[in-house]
């Protein structure tokens, strides 16, 4: 008799459940001369973080990382050059040397385009990480019983 109570209580509990699945999140995280991608505590590939990307049936986050990756790496690289423009004025006018103006006025013209480019392409990087880590947040799943045609059935929805 107390195996039957602790069955109708357990599947009372049971029919009535609902869990919350928080999915592992996916982090960026800046590396030497590269960017770590970390789902949860495991360090993964950028390809991998796309297969995430997939499988979480979002692909517009793919382009929106691709296109956010391209402008900043097209703003570092432009901000080198203008960085060295400035430089190399710099050290032209620290030993006394001839310097342009114009060559400084490209550099600062150069190195505010690549602030203007690297800026919201970080932006956009970290809008397609931040939509996936909300998304699978949300990810609920219930667990019911119901009376089917074979009996008393345990049903999960996701």
């Known amino acids: 008799m107390n195996a039957l109570k602790t069955l109708c209580l357990l599947l009372v509990l049971v029919s009535s459940s609902s869990i919350f699945a928080q999915k592992e999140t996916l982090v960026k995280k800046p590396g030497f001369f590269c960017t770590k991608f970390y789902h ?51 050290g032209r006018f620290v030993t006394n040397k001839e310097t342009s103006q114009k060559t400084i006025a490209v550099g600062f013209a150069i190195t505010g385009l690549s602030l203007a480019l690297s800026i919201p392409g970080a932006r956009k990087m970290k809008k397609a990480l931040r939509i996936y880590n909300e998304e699978s947040k949300d990810s609920k799943f219930t667990i019911n019983t119901k009376l089917t045609s074979n009996g008393l059935a345990f049903v999960f929805n996701f």
Not at 50 to 64: G, H, S, T
């Open 40 to 90: 949860g505590d495991t360090q993964i590939n950028k390809d991998e973080m796309f297969q995430l990307f997939e499988k979480a049936n979002q692909p517009e986050l793919i382009n929106m990382y691709k296109h956010g990756h391209n402008s900043f790496q097209i703003g570092e690289f432009l901000g080198g050059i203008g960085g060295w423009l400035l430089g190399d004025q710099l």
